[in-house]
Structures are given as C-alpha cells and as structure tokens.
C-alpha cells in the first residue's frame, strides 16, 4: 500500500465525545488504511468501544468527522444507511436473534444489505434462498458451527454467540468490518480458529478494526496498532515498536500484559 490519503478507507479526524463532565474521547485523530487490520488497544474505560460506536452513529460525536469511502459517519446517516455502503460491526455483546436458529441468523443480514429491512421482497428470498443457504453454511463451517446449524440461536455459550455474529457480518461482505472483543468468552482453539479465518478474509481486501484484550490475538492480526488510555491515544504504530514502547506498558500496568 502507498502512504497517500487515497489509501485510507477511514479518517477519524478531531472526534470529542462527552459524557456527563467525563471526556469520553480527546481528539481522537485516526487513519486506517485500506485492506489492513488496525486493533486498538487499552485498558478497561480506555473509549474503545465509544469510539466504535461513533462509527456506526450509535453515538454522535460533540464534534469532529469521521470519514469512509468519502461520507462523514458522524453527521447525516444514520446506523442502517452506515451498514447499508459497507460497514459491519461486532458488538461485546453479541446480537442475534435467539428464537432462529443459526442458518437463518446469517441468512436473515444478506437479504438486509441487499434489500433493506423496509423493502423486504419475499419472492426475491425465495428465489436466491437455496444460494444463500450455501453461502451461510460455508460460514458456519468456517466457524465450527455448522453441525449446530438448526439449533435456536438463543441455546448458544457466550463464545459461539459471538462466532455466530461474526458470521452474520461476513455474510454481508462489508468494505470495513468493526469487531469489538471478537475472541471474548472463546477457549484458545475457537480463538486460533477465528484468528485464522480473519487472516484469510484478509485477501478479500475487507478492512478490519479490531479492539481486543488478548494480546495473542492482537498481536497476531494487527497491521498497526493504536493505544488508547483515558479517551486519548497515547501511542500508534507497528506491532513490534508497540510492545516496546514505555507509555504503553505505563497504561497496562496492572491490567492486560503485552
């Protein structure tokens, strides 16, 4: 990748975010650039999460931009519109729909990109069914869900929740996909597992910000990686300069070990 602007799907550019007299996010100022796996780190109340959701207008910044693919996600679109031009995200606490069962969890997203929720077709469901089974079935697989496939979502442990939500974002094949603790509540073999299947979509060119707590995953994911500590970034860069870098082992002290 070239280091021109043209190479950045998303600019965070000056984003503040208040809540209460508690400064949530300062200034946060932030590119990442097309194709590349960005994580971004931190200790519990860092903003991670609030600076996710200030991507996908669930919050709304008091000030700044945050641009993809040329709209500025703060201002004017809302959630659905955001997901509808190519951004898909994982939340901590996974959200499915529990009465389905797994297959139609993931089929129920693709018809969403592709229709919207509020011009639903039912022939079109009909008529492209048999090729979405597939394609969510092929997720599930990759995901070692697939024998559970017509089980009740809702019967899920924690970790293969949030392995059937990864799926149901995959199948929307979004240009920029935010993943909040994606391994959380996962034993190390179905964390090795989505770290391996998140290495391969990597040729897909689909973009990926990751905010994670376990350094195994972090570490071998991430393109580059930016530190957040009390609503601020303290430190970006590679991998390697990261986990020598002094303010950041200040802000881990007691917490997570990198």
């Given at each position: 990748m070239?280091?021109?602007?043209?190479?950045?799907?998303?600019?965070?550019?000056?984003?503040?975010?208040?809540?209460?007299?508690?400064?949530?996010?300062?200034?946060?100022?932030?590119?990442?650039?097309?194709?590349?796996t960005?994580?971004?780190?931190?200790?519990?109340?860092?903003?991670?999460?609030?600076?996710?959701?200030?991507?996908?207008?669930?919050?709304v910044?008091?000030?700044?931009?945050?641009?993809?693919?040329?709209?500025?996600?703060?201002?004017?679109?809302?959630?659905h519109?955001i997901?509808?031009?190519?951004?898909?995200?994982?939340?901590?606490?996974?959200?499915?729909?529990p009465?389905?069962?797994?297959?139609?969890?993931?089929?129920?997203?693709?018809?969403?990109?592709?229709?919207?929720?509020?011009?639903?077709?039912?022939?079109?469901?009909?008529?492209?069914?048999?090729?979405?089974?597939?394609?969510?079935?092929?997720?599930?697989?990759n995901?070692?869900?697939?024998?559970?496939?017509?089980v009740?979502?809702?019967?899920?442990?924690?970790?293969?929740?949030?392995r059937?939500?990864?799926?149901?974002?995959?199948?929307?094949?979004?240009?920029?996909?935010?993943?909040?603790?994606?391994?959380?509540?996962?034993?190390?073999?179905?964390?090795?597992r989505?770290?391996?299947?998140?290495?391969?979509?990597r040729?897909?060119g689909?973009?990926?910000?990751?905010?994670?707590?376990?350094?195994?995953?972090?570490?071998?994911?991430?393109?580059?990686?930016?530190?957040?500590?009390?609503?601020?970034?303290?430190?970006?860069?590679?991998?390697?300069?990261?986990?020598?870098h002094?303010?950041?082992?200040?802000a881990y002290?007691?917490?997570?070990?990198?």
């Amino acid at each position: 990748m070239s280091d021109n602007d043209d190479s950045y799907i998303l600019e965070i550019i000056g984003v503040n975010k208040t809540f209460g007299g508690l400064k949530a996010l300062s200034n946060i100022n932030l590119k990442v650039k097309e194709g590349s796996t960005h994580a971004i780190i931190g200790p519990n109340g860092a903003g991670k999460s609030t600076l996710l959701n200030t991507c996908i207008a669930k919050l709304v910044p008091d000030s700044g931009s945050i641009i993809f693919a040329g709209r500025d996600l703060a201002h004017g679109i809302t959630p659905h519109g955001i997901n509808q031009i190519g951004v898909s995200r994982v939340f901590q606490t996974p959200e499915i729909f529990p009465k389905l069962s797994l297959l139609h969890n993931v089929m129920i997203p693709a018809f969403a990109k592709r229709d919207g929720f509020f011009r639903f077709n039912l022939f079109k469901w009909l008529r492209d069914e048999k090729k979405l089974k597939d394609e969510a079935m092929s997720y599930l697989d990759n995901l070692g869900l697939s024998d559970s496939a017509e089980v009740h979502a809702g019967s899920l442990s924690r970790g293969d929740k949030r392995r059937l939500e990864l799926a149901m974002c995959l199948i929307q094949h979004p240009k920029l996909l935010l993943l909040d603790e994606p391994t959380a509540g996962m034993a190390r073999h179905d964390t090795n597992r989505t770290i391996e299947l998140l290495k391969d979509i990597r040729e897909d060119g689909m973009t990926r910000i990751i905010i994670e707590h376990d350094m195994h995953v972090v570490f071998s994911l991430a393109d580059r990686i930016s530190v957040l500590a009390q609503g601020a970034i303290i430190a970006e860069d590679e991998p390697e300069a990261i986990k020598g870098h002094p303010g950041v082992r200040e802000a881990y002290l007691g917490s997570a070990e990198i």
